[in-house]
């Protein structure tokens, strides 16, 4: 008889067949981009399911992006039907989410805690630094909020680290007393942020075995994508879920006096333990600068022994030419393990290098390669655009929005940053969560109603001293001893936000209606007078901002649309868990702009790796970091791997970013491409003129003798098949473009008038800089003040 999961096989390759149906305790998969990881943990889920070997229940699956989520979840649907309900398939912050707001009562929060984002945690620590007076000590809200972030990956609290930390200096002291402090505010909140959501999961498992074990009871498949950008406490969490059940405890100080129960397996229960399986790819890791930590992927055959290792070879993404390209490139990082990629597809078309003048000319090219894609009948949606900054879709967007080229930028939705969208979601979480006294606290004076910094700390102070929350305070307002125009508005406020609970939170045992968080809302936002007064306004950035609120409303009917049991909380919780991949619109239809990082995961037929720059790919900021240069390394292959069919690497001669126009260089990379893969392309109307800026940077840059040429970058290994011989760089442009000048000895003064190309005649008001980075800041008669880099600007004195 046929295996029940037969068809799920068709056409996988003998590895991945093997990784479908192997069962055992622990299985890694490790394999190059491309080479179907995802698609055999599908298989494997749908796999587990159709063979009746797991209730959906059972099954705990971890992606990198709730858009992730959601496309695996479709996929299993499509492969066993109705039987997909009920898995868990998400993010390891929203498994978490949904563990806490189960459990968060064992240990002092309430199941309606807010989650604190970026830029919540942010504002809570520019308070407490200066409360504290840190900054006397160089410490800054970003340099405390990256420790503590950096910290809490690691598991360690303000007491474990005062305990190894160098307390006789002082800016240590202040520092863990700022971290305890920040800690209580969250506690105080009923708050937790991102860090804590993984970091406090795996304190309640370890604290609470008994709660542990439903949890290890419940999954009894774990599976991890991504797995090589998990980092030390989703490692920890993932090993206190594959823990045996019922596994001996063992107290333990955990510190600040707490008895901390450390479960330890009981001898011969192994047998209990959930099956994990996680896939990865140590040269997709690219989070290192988030905690990820590669060896948790490198080191998985000895933190679970007697793990099968699959590995898969064969490519079913790219093109040979791409993957090519991918192996020469990632070949120059050390300390890792071989491998290569192959296709059965054939070589497939030459990748497209392109150098512009500007970045402007650089996206030009981008857009009318786009059209003439388009042409050749491939769908904008089966098109990116990467870059390594987020500034850098600035010159993309405005040619794409010239060539009317529908595109989408991914990540880059700032929507819920705006200061409006904040007062409106800190009005629901002073619905939802009346002890947060941020969110309270921000809407104490929005609208204007004439509450003041005085009154906001007489509140405070009578909060302190009846011991009851900010909000509670606030209902007392004739307590608070405040002049009664004042009081009569803080009675309106909390009147407006009694009979908004009463909507969206009523009283126990009724259900709130599914359209009870949009009316909820549109009542706050009404009631308290933020819509009118913007409408009063004469600013016209206000009439946006009303629109924004319009939109937001509109989000809340769609989410009572999916979510028909959704509470204030549920929509809370969703929006907090939107992550960096994760576009609130939808994107068919059009092209995607996104970072490098965003990338990973996605494929399309049509990829453009633009800014292929030092400084850019690889970053500066990453030269001086132990590895860095490397993980810079990954995120190019990442780029360069996403591409089905076609695949562009451009650059600019001169780049507008950092504040200052800049000469730049073709990154190092480009020297790891075999020459023969890339043709390059230049600015239309060039011409041959040799010598000039390009040149002489690219012979500074060619790697003399033996060990390579440049700061950063790694020996070259001759002899290596993986390096190419001649390179992409070899046959770089070795021209420039007519427009690019050398006007190093111009000597400018303020005073003198100029002619540019393209902005016609301007004066001269001062020049800046020295050598060639003098930069003139020139008033043009048309066009206003510009800055010019005056060593390659097309200017003439007149
Ligand atoms: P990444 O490292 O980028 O995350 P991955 O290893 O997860 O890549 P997938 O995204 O699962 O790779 O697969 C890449 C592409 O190859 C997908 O379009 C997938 O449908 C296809 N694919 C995978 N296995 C096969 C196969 N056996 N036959 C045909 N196509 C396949
Ligand atoms: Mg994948």
Same mark, same amino acid.
């Given at each position: 008889?046929?295996?029940?999961?037969?068809?799920?096989?068709?056409?996988?390759?003998?590895?991945?067949?093997?990784?479908?149906?192997?069962?055992?305790?622990?299985?890694?998969?490790?394999?190059?981009?491309?080479?179907?990881?995802?698609?055999?943990?599908?298989?494997?889920?749908?796999?587990?399911?159709?063979?009746?070997?797991?209730?959906?229940?059972?099954?705990? #699956?971890?992606?990198?992006?709730?858009?992730?989520?959601?496309?695996?979840?479709?996929?299993?649907?499509?492969?066993?039907?109705?039987?997909?309900?009920?898995?868990?398939?998400?993010?390891?912050?929203?498994?978490?989410?949904?563990?806490?707001?189960?459990?968060?009562?064992?240990?002092?929060?309430?199941?309606?805690?807010?989650?604190?984002?970026?830029?919540?945690?942010?504002?809570?620590?520019?308070?407490?630094?200066?409360?504290?007076?840190?900054?006397?000590?160089?410490?800054?809200?970003?340099?405390?909020?990256?420790?503590?972030?950096?910290?809490?990956?690691?598991?360690?609290?303000?007491?474990?680290?005062?305990?190894?930390?160098?307390?006789?200096?002082?800016?240590?002291?202040?520092?863990?007393?700022?971290?305890?402090?920040?800690?209580?505010?969250?506690?105080?909140?009923?708050?937790?942020?991102?860090?804590?959501?993984?970091?406090?999961?795996?304190?309640?498992?370890?604290?609470?075995?008994?709660?542990?074990?439903?949890?290890?009871?419940?999954?009894?498949?774990?599976?991890?994508?991504?797995?090589?950008?998990?980092?030390?406490?989703?490692?920890?969490?993932?090993?206190?879920?594959?823990?045996?059940?019922?596994?001996?405890?063992?107290?333990?100080?955990?510190?600040?006096?707490?008895?901390?129960?450390?479960?330890?397996?009981?001898?011969?229960?192994?047998?209990?333990?959930?099956?994990?399986?996680?896939?990865?790819?140590?040269?997709?890791?690219?989070?290192?600068?988030?905690?990820?930590?590669?060896?948790?992927?490198?080191?998985?055959?000895?933190?679970?022994?007697?793990?099968?290792?699959? $590995?898969?070879?064969?490519?079913?993404?790219?093109?040979?030419?791409?993957?090519?390209?991918?192996?020469?490139?990632?070949?120059?990082?050390?300390?890792?393990?071989?491998?290569?990629?192959?296709?059965?597809?054939?070589?497939?078309?030459?990748?497209?290098?392109?150098?512009?003048?500007?970045?402007?000319?650089?996206?030009?090219?981008?857009?009318?390669?786009?059209?003439?894609?388009?042409?050749?009948?491939?769908?904008?949606?089966?098109?990116?655009?990467?870059?390594?900054?987020?500034?850098?879709?600035?010159?993309?967007?405005?040619?794409?929005?010239?060539?009317?080229?529908?595109?989408?930028?991914?990540?880059?939705?700032?929507?819920?940053?705006?200061?409006?969208?904040?007062?409106?979601?800190?009005?629901?979480?002073?619905?939802?969560?009346?002890?947060?006294?941020?969110?309270?606290?921000?809407?104490?004076?929005?609208?204007?109603?004439?509450?003041?910094?005085?009154?906001?700390?007489?509140?405070?102070?009578?909060?302190?001293?009846?011991?009851?929350?900010?909000?509670?305070?606030?209902?007392?307002?004739?307590?608070?001893?405040?002049?009664?125009?004042?009081?009569?508005?803080?009675?309106?406020?909390?009147?407006? $936000?009694?009979?908004?609970?009463?909507?969206?939170?009523?009283?126990?045992?009724?259900?709130?209606?599914?359209?009870?968080?949009?009316?909820?809302?549109?009542?706050?936002?009404?009631?308290?007078?933020?819509?009118?007064?913007?409408?009063?306004?004469?600013?016209?950035?206000?009439?946006?901002?009303?629109?924004?609120?319009?939109?937001?409303?509109?989000?809340?009917?769609?989410?009572?649309?999916?979510?028909?049991?959704?509470?204030?909380?549920?929509?809370?919780?969703?929006?907090?868990?939107?992550?960096?991949?994760?576009?609130?619109?939808?994107?068919?239809?059009?092209?995607?702009?996104?970072?490098?990082?965003?990338?990973?995961?996605?494929?399309?037929?049509?990829?453009?790796?633009?800014?292929?720059?030092?400084?850019?790919?690889?970053?500066?900021?990453?030269?001086?970091?132990?590895?860095?240069?490397?993980?810079?390394?990954?995120?190019?292959?990442?780029?360069?791997?996403?591409?089905?069919?076609?695949?562009?690497?451009?650059?600019?001669?001169?780049?507008?970013?950092?504040?200052?126009?800049?000469?730049?260089?073709?990154?190092?990379?480009?020297?790891?491409?075999?020459?023969?893969?890339?043709?390059?392309?230049?600015?239309?109307?060039?011409?041959?003129?040799?010598?000039?800026?390009?040149?002489?940077?690219?012979?500074?840059?060619?790697?003399?003798?033996?060990?390579?040429?440049?700061?950063?970058?790694? #020996?070259?290994?001759?002899?290596?098949?993986?390096?190419?011989?001649?390179?992409? $760089?070899?046959?770089?442009?070795?021209?420039?473009?007519?427009?690019?000048?050398?006007?190093?000895?111009?000597?400018?003064?303020?005073?003198?008038?100029?002619?540019?190309?393209?902005?016609?005649?301007?004066?001269?008001?001062?020049?800046?800089?020295?050598?060639?980075?003098?930069?003139?800041?020139?008033?043009?008669?048309?066009?206003?003040?510009?800055?010019?880099?005056?060593?390659?600007?097309?200017?003439?004195?007149?």
């Amino acid at each position: 008889r046929a295996r029940p999961d037969a068809d799920l096989l068709e056409g996988l390759n003998p590895p991945q067949r093997e990784a479908v149906i192997y069962r055992g305790p622990a299985l890694l998969i490790v394999a190059g981009a491309g080479s179907g990881k995802t698609s055999v943990l599908t298989r494997r889920i749908a796999s587990l399911l159709r063979s009746r070997e797991a209730w959906p229940s059972q099954i705990l #699956a971890i992606t990198f992006t709730n858009k992730a989520a959601g496309e695996m979840r479709e996929r299993v649907a499509q492969l066993v039907g109705d039987r997909a309900q009920g898995m868990w398939i998400s993010t390891f912050h929203s498994a978490c989410v949904r563990i806490l707001r189960r459990e968060a009562e064992a240990f002092g929060f309430t199941k309606s805690f807010t989650i604190y984002d970026s830029g919540d945690t942010r504002a809570l620590l520019k308070r407490l630094v200066k409360e504290h007076e840190a900054d006397a000590f160089g410490l800054t809200p970003g340099s405390v909020m990256s420790k503590i972030s950096k910290l809490k990956n690691e598991l360690a609290d303000a007491e474990s680290y005062a305990r190894s930390a160098n307390m006789s200096d002082p800016a240590e002291r202040v520092f863990v007393e700022v971290f305890g402090e920040y800690q209580r505010a969250l506690q105080r909140a009923n708050a937790f942020d991102f860090d804590d959501l993984i970091g406090q999961t795996v304190f309640l498992f370890r604290a609470f075995p008994k709660i542990a074990d439903t949890y290890r009871r419940r999954f009894r498949h774990i599976l991890v994508d991504e797995y090589q950008d998990t980092n030390h406490a989703q490692y920890a969490l993932i090993n206190e879920l594959t823990r045996p059940v019922g596994s001996d405890a063992q107290p333990f100080d955990g510190g600040g006096g707490m008895m901390i129960f450390e479960a330890t397996p009981e001898p011969g229960s192994d047998t209990d333990a959930a099956s994990l399986t996680v896939v990865g790819d140590s040269d997709q890791s690219i989070y290192a600068f988030r905690g990820a930590d590669i060896r948790n992927i490198t080191e998985f055959e000895r933190d679970y022994p007697g793990a099968k290792v699959v $590995l898969l070879e064969q490519n079913y993404r790219s093109t040979q030419n791409i993957l090519t390209a991918a192996n020469s490139v990632i070949g120059n990082n050390f300390d890792r393990k071989d491998k290569k990629l192959w296709t059965d597809v054939g070589a497939g078309e030459k990748i497209v290098g392109f150098t512009g003048y500007s970045q402007h000319d650089e996206a030009q090219f981008v857009a009318d390669e786009i059209e003439a894609l388009h042409r050749t009948d491939i769908d904008y949606s089966q098109m990116a655009v990467f870059y390594r900054t987020n500034s850098q879709s600035r010159a993309l967007e405005e040619i794409f929005i010239r060539s009317a080229i529908p595109y989408k930028i991914m990540g880059g939705t700032k929507f819920y940053e705006r200061a409006e969208i904040k007062d409106a979601m800190a009005y629901l979480v002073a619905i939802a969560n009346p002890a947060d006294e941020m969110a309270v606290r921000r809407i104490l004076n929005k609208p204007r109603r004439g509450i003041g910094d005085v009154t906001e700390t007489a509140i405070a102070r009578y909060a302190a001293d009846q011991q009851i929350t900010f909000r509670d305070a606030l209902a007392n307002a004739s307590a608070l001893g405040v002049g009664p125009k004042i009081q009569a508005a803080i009675a309106q406020l909390d009147a407006v $936000l009694a009979e908004a609970a009463e909507i969206m939170l009523p009283s126990s045992g009724e259900l709130a209606p599914p359209t009870a968080v949009a009316e909820g809302l549109t009542l706050l936002l009404q009631k308290s007078g933020y819509m009118s007064a913007l409408r009063q306004s004469k600013d016209p950035q206000d009439e946006a901002r009303l629109e924004n609120l319009d939109e937001l409303v509109a989000v809340t009917r769609e989410f009572a649309r999916n979510n028909p049991d959704g509470t204030v909380i549920d929509f809370l919780t969703e929006v907090a868990l939107v992550s960096d991949a994760d576009d609130l619109e939808d994107a068919s239809g059009s092209v995607s702009l996104m970072t490098l990082h965003t990338a990973k995961g996605l494929e399309y037929d049509a990829v453009f790796v633009t800014g292929v720059e030092e400084d850019l790919i690889p970053h500066r900021i990453s030269a001086g970091e132990p590895g860095g240069p490397q993980e810079e390394r990954r995120l190019f292959y990442v780029g360069i791997t996403r591409a089905r069919k076609r695949l562009y690497m451009s650059l600019a001669m001169t780049r507008a970013q950092f504040g200052e126009v800049t000469v730049a260089m073709p990154s190092r990379f480009l020297q790891e491409i075999p020459a023969d893969l890339i043709d390059w392309r230049q600015s239309p109307g060039d011409v041959n003129s040799r010598g000039g800026i390009q040149s002489r940077a690219l012979n500074a840059r060619r790697p003399g003798g033996s060990g390579g040429g440049f700061g950063g970058a790694p #020996a070259r290994r001759f002899g290596d098949d993986l390096v190419p011989k001649s390179t992409a $760089l070899d046959r770089f442009p070795n021209r420039i473009p007519a427009r690019v000048r050398d006007n190093g000895d111009m000597i400018l003064g303020p005073g003198d008038r100029i002619r540019h190309e393209d902005f016609g005649e301007g004066r001269v008001d001062a020049v800046t800089g020295e050598g060639a980075k003098r930069v003139a800041h020139v008033r043009f008669d048309k066009v206003g003040a510009k800055k010019l880099l005056i060593k390659i600007a097309p200017i003439e004195k007149i």
